[in-house]
């Protein structure tokens, strides 16, 4: 049982790229979401969904896009890098009040 | 609104020694709270939960009890290892698909 899976672990690009960052989960759990990691800051949400087709934003949505078009897969699209998108990215899923499953996370620098 | 406050760390103990990571929130309903560790180059793990007041959540020696009148749940352990060594997250959620963490305890333990 692989879990929430992360790729890619480890990520560098230009200012202005667009990239998409892959997160999938083989528990059959109904909610997926996103997170970054920042010093200080803790854990901030960016994107979630209760189940595919169905989307929400968080406390931090703006560069991101998501879409789930499957109940397994929930993948997070920068639209143009920014630097201050430099952050740890977790994915994690979850069913009602069971509590998060984290993927190992991916380190996406922007420079 | 809807908020985790943790002591600020880093914590520093020696092996056997008790440990307590203080945790309150600010909470418009009532919600669920857990504790979440992370250890070096993971993404993070669920400890413990407790869905309702005065529930104690326990898990690998670790304890805390929902204090719904002091808006608390404190973290404890009778006698760390240096395995515990990584960063402690305290969350709360109504709904298990959005949580609210703290900022983080990091903790290290020396034998």
């Known amino acids: 049982n692989a879990g929430v899976t992360q790729t890619p672990k480890f990520q560098v690009l230009k200012t202005g790229q667009s990239m998409t960052l892959q997160c999938a989960q083989d528990m059959n759990h109904e909610y997926m979401s996103w997170y970054r990691q920042d010093p200080g800051m803790g854990l901030r949400l960016i994107h979630y969904?209760?189940?595919?087709?169905?989307?929400d934003q968080g406390e931090v949505p703006n560069g991101y896009n998501v879409s789930r078009s499957t109940t397994e897969d929930f993948p997070l699209r920068l639209l143009s890098a920014a630097p201050s998108q430099t952050s740890v990215y977790f994915c994690?899923?979850?069913?009602?009040?069971?509590?998060?499953?984290f993927g190992s996370g991916t380190r996406l620098t922007v420079v | 609104g809807n908020s985790v406050t943790q002591m600020e760390g880093p914590v520093t103990l020696s092996e056997e020694a008790f440990l307590t990571i203080n945790c309150t929130y600010t909470?418009?309903?009532?919600?669920?709270l857990f504790w979440y560790v992370q250890y070096p180059g993971e993404g993070l793990q669920l400890l413990l939960k407790?869905?309702?007041?005065?529930d104690k959540g326990s898990n690998k020696g670790f304890e805390a009890t929902y204090r719904k009148e002091t808006t608390s749940f404190h973290l404890e352990k009778g006698s760390v290892q240096v395995s515990d060594s990584a960063v402690y997250f305290c969350?709360?959620?109504?709904?298990?698909?959005?949580?609210?963490f703290g900022t983080g305890t990091s903790l290290t333990v020396i034998p």
């Open positions: 994690a899923s979850s069913t009602t009040m069971g509590g998060y499953t």
């Open positions: 407790a869905t309702k007041a005065d």
């Open positions: 969904s209760v189940g595919a087709g169905i989307t």
């Open positions: 969350a709360l959620s109504y709904t298990g698909n959005q949580f609210y």
């Open positions: 909470a418009t309903g009532y919600p669920s």
